[in-house]
């Protein structure tokens, strides 16, 4: 196994490389970042200090293999908007956006194998139609404006919650969390509430599907048979056999809901990494995005090494092997 | 965002009593503010940036400090005047104390001036203010500061630079900042705490020397999202909002919760023409043929100017929030003209004068504009497009996010601008028309540092003449007279046209007003009880 992560970890290399001189290059392909950054006031001399200080007057193999040195010595580069490591920007509000999606992920699950298991236990009832309906709903509404009309019915017409930002935060092993205070628990729900729609409605289909298929197989009739309580049928048995899919895909969609959680960040004025990379898109601010990049890939490639050896775990007869991806 | 809007107009009635009745007001004392951009530093001097600065105007004090309508009070100066030609005094304040209690004196001052220009990493720093400037302290409150020529502009440009401490602040890093160690100014709030794209909280510095702060604490969100800043509002979690979308604001007007302040800024959009090639690239003749570019003729340029109603633009696309513009500034500016009036919608006139100048069946065009820089830049450019059309211009519409748009617009790949003709707006940062002047109207001329933002590359060398003469000019009648004349002269020549000037929307809860700035910024010290 140890081999396998190994060679796991050589191939997610390559693909960060990979990735690195496709985001380097695609990025100097828009524009010319100066024209963000300088004030009206100055003047072309001015305007061409700023260039040369940002190093942005240099051919771009001259940048780039500026940018190879210093990212092997670990430094993916200065913001041009903050004048700080682009690294350092990127992790101080990783536990904001992690935060989030954990919450999220959390949501997901908590709602979508109950509610799916329902639907695929008595698939004719009323209930169950309804369960199905709204997670057609929770696909197909698009994010930004679920996120504003929870805005407008939870904080403006109910007042029940807090419309934007992050509450206030406590120190878990030197990482601010909000989870654990009251208020910020109350900022947190609307936002990872919205981020979880999507997944929730995924996770009910998938276990719902997952449920139709299983309940008419013979080891659930022969448990049956055998006289095992119907909970522990549903609850071991077939439970077990369903929550591989649920797994692979959440696993992806994780990936998804850290790197890509730039609307509900937006919407919400979450202090994540998704609202960085958005402003530094919009500002060209190019180290934030290249290292923004690079790490969500190195991301997906951990998570992804995670749900193969959770696979491992619910379907022994999973091995973990040299299969090549 | 429509949709969001509809619902936003739908429940206004039931949000009343919703907000009244469960989001407990926030406490007289504390304020706390919505804006729509986040400031990327606590240090004043790291980037010469619109945010930045709102930011700074509160923690720190200038030798002059700009009004609400850019005209410059005695800040840390209390007074100031040319003693020769080539030599300005400042005479400081005495008796101030920075947040972190040393005195201020003639020393933070040098100091300060010679920090701004050097920050390390600094994308766009406030060497443009200081350089060509010596400056020299004569006593603990007098300083010297010499040019090599006459330098009317001194306090314009020293006005735009904060005073930082020369015990913890000059010596300090941006980090030093950020973190709040160096932080300390002299203005009406001291800096507390800087949660970056969270919060930055502010509270009333009590020993100010000015008009004592209202707001005990005054906390600043960034809240990038136009509707989700509203939201905040209206659910009480924010009291003060910046740049309400126009699209909000006919629903906020019915509220009784809530109180709109509104004020003119002193940004112009206008139209920039290419006017120096002959072959311009987004100009084609009927059916797309090459043509002798027809926007080198002043009356094309005056046509495309009649064509244009400006007030049909304020009603339909801008939701009333603009003036229809005839100038570079608004009214009230110093160095404006007075003569000179926003074109009336002519079509006639304008189908007239294309016929004129050689092309009464027009031609086609490419207009192109930002999306994401001014309030409903695409729209107007848009409705810009049409209006041209109906005149026989036919015109395409092109809008650019501005990282795309600014660049290709001023040099584009052989180093020229690269489109015919486009909407951009300018803001006057030094409060007068030398400003725009300078940067949009004169000849482009790199070792002059003149027409930066020269974008249609206009020249006519009497203009300059009279805006260089006017940039030497210290006495201020007469340099207003010459602003003015110069104003006339290009606007004259269209080469640019104005097409309205920005009007800002800040909303507060009930029983807050806040008072509208020129430059748009939102500053505690702005926000008053009504």
């Known amino acids: ?325 | 965002m429509k949709r969001c809007n509809l619902l936003l107009r739908s429940v206004a009635a039931a949000a009343v009593v919703g907000a009244a009745g469960f989001s407990a007001p926030a406490l007289a004392e504390d304020l706390t503010i919505a804006v729509g951009a986040e400031a990327t530093s606590i240090d004043p001097h790291f980037h010469n940036l619109g945010p930045n600065n709102q930011l700074g105007f509160q923690i720190f004090d200038r030798l002059a400090n700009p009004d609400e309508r850019q005209n410059f009070e005695p800040g840390l100066a209390v007074s100031w005047a040319p003693i020769d030609d080539t030599t300005w005094e400042f005479k400081l304040r005495e008796g101030v104390k920075f947040h972190d209690g040393s005195d201020f004196n003639a020393d933070d001052v040098i100091c300060t001036f010679e920090r701004a220009p050097n920050v390390p990493n600094s994308p766009a720093g406030f060497s443009t203010y200081t350089k060509g400037k010596t400056f020299v302290k004569v006593d603990d409150y007098t300083v010297h500061v010499k040019t090599d020529a006459p330098y009317p502009l001194m306090v314009n440009d020293l006005g735009n630079v904060a005073i930082v401490s020369n015990e913890t602040g000059c010596d300090a890093s941006t980090e030093d900042y950020n973190s709040g160690k160096a932080a300390a100014g002299t203005g009406p709030y001291k800096f507390v705490e800087y949660v970056p794209g969270d919060r930055i909280v502010l509270a009333a510095n009590h020993d100010y020397w000015g008009e004592k702060p209202t707001w005990e604490t005054v906390t600043i969100k960034p809240i990038k999202s136009g509707p989700s800043r509203v939201a905040a509002l209206l659910a009480g979690d924010v009291d003060v909002i910046a740049s309400v979308p126009t699209t909000d604001i006919e629903t906020l007007k019915g509220r009784d919760d809530v109180t709109l302040s509104q004020g003119v800024s002193n940004r112009v959009i206008y139209l920039h023409i290419d006017q120096f090639r002959e072959a311009s690239p987004f100009v084609k003749a009927n059916g797309g043929g090459d043509i002798k570019n027809p926007l080198m003729d002043k009356r094309v340029r005056e046509a495309i100017s009649k064509a244009i109603s400006r007030e049909l633009i304020r009603d339909r696309v801008m939701e009333g929030l603009s003036i229809p513009a005839g100038q570079l500034l608004p009214e009230g500016f110093f160095g404006v003209s007075e003569n000179l009036k926003p074109d009336a919608y002519d079509a006639d006139a304008a189908k007239a004068l294309l016929a004129e100048a050689g092309v009464p069946d027009g031609f086609e065009l490419t207009i192109h504009g930002p999306n994401d820089r001014y309030v409903n830049d695409a729209k107007i450019v848009e409705a810009i497009a049409q209006m041209l059309t109906r005149v026989g211009i036919k015109t395409q519409v092109e809008t650019l996010p501005r990282s795309v748009y600014f660049s290709r617009a001023s040099s584009g790949a052989d180093g020229l601008p690269e489109f015919s003709l486009i909407l951009v707006g300018w803001g006057a940062g030094s409060g007068e028309a030398s400003s725009p002047l300078r940067a949009l109207i004169a000849t482009n001329d790199k070792d002059k540092g003149m027409g930066t933002a020269n974008r249609g590359r206009y020249s006519n060398p009497e203009v300059d003449k009279v805006i260089e003469e006017a940039l030497a000019e210290v006495d201020d009648e007469k340099r207003a007279g010459l602003l003015a004349k110069a104003t006339e002269m290009a606007i004259g020549d269209y080469a640019i046209i104005p097409v309205h000037y920005q009007v800002n929307t800040w909303a507060s809860r009930k029983g807050l007003k806040y008072i509208p700035r020129t430059d748009e910024y939102t500053v505690a010290y702005g926000v008053v009880k009504e």
């Open chain 1, 1 to 325: 196994m140890s081999v396998f992560i190994l060679r796991r970890l050589m191939q997610s290399a390559l693909v960060m490389v990979a990735m690195a001189v496709i985001v380097f290059f695609g990025i100097h392909l828009i524009g010319d970042p100066v024209w963000m950054f300088v004030s009206p006031d100055m003047d072309q001399q001015d305007i061409e200090e700023v260039t040369r200080a940002l190093g942005l007057d240099r051919p771009i193999w001259e940048q780039f293999g500026y940018f190879v040195l210093s990212a092997l010595q670990g430094d993916l580069g200065t913001s041009f908007i903050f004048g700080e490591p682009a690294l350092g920007l990127i992790i101080e509000r990783m536990p904001a956006t992690l935060e989030l999606a954990f919450t999220a992920l959390l949501m997901a699950v908590a709602f979508g194998i109950p509610l799916g298991l329902y639907a695929g236990l008595y698939p004719d009832s009323a209930v169950s139609k309804a369960i199905m309906a709204g997670s057609i709903l929770g696909f197909s509404l698009p994010t930004f404006w679920v996120g504003i009309m929870l805005i407008m019915v939870f904080a403006v017409i109910l007042g029940w919650l807090p419309s934007t930002g992050r509450g206030d935060t406590v120190d878990l092993f030197g990482v601010p969390v909000s989870f654990l205070t009251l208020d910020g628990l109350k900022h947190l729900l609307l936002p990872a509430f919205n981020l979880a729609l999507l997944k929730i409605s995924l996770v009910i289909r998938l276990t719902r599907a997952g449920t139709r298929e299983a309940i008419h197989q013979d080891y659930i009739k022969f448990a049956r048979a055998k006289g095992l309580s119907t909970r522990r049928i549903i609850g071991v048995h077939l439970l077990k056999n369903i929550l591989i899919p649920v797994v692979t895909v959440l696993g992806l969609e994780f990936g998804s809901l850290i790197a890509f959680s730039v609307v509900t960040e937006t919407v919400f004025a979450w202090p994540g990494m998704g609202k960085l990379l958005i402003e530094a898109i919009q500002q060209l601010d190019r180290p934030i995005i290249v290292a923004y990049l690079i790490m969500i890939v190195f991301l997906f490639v951990v998570i992804n090494l995670i749900v193969d050896i959770l696979y491992s775990i619910l379907d022994p007869r999973v091995r973990l092997g040299d299969r090549g991806a």
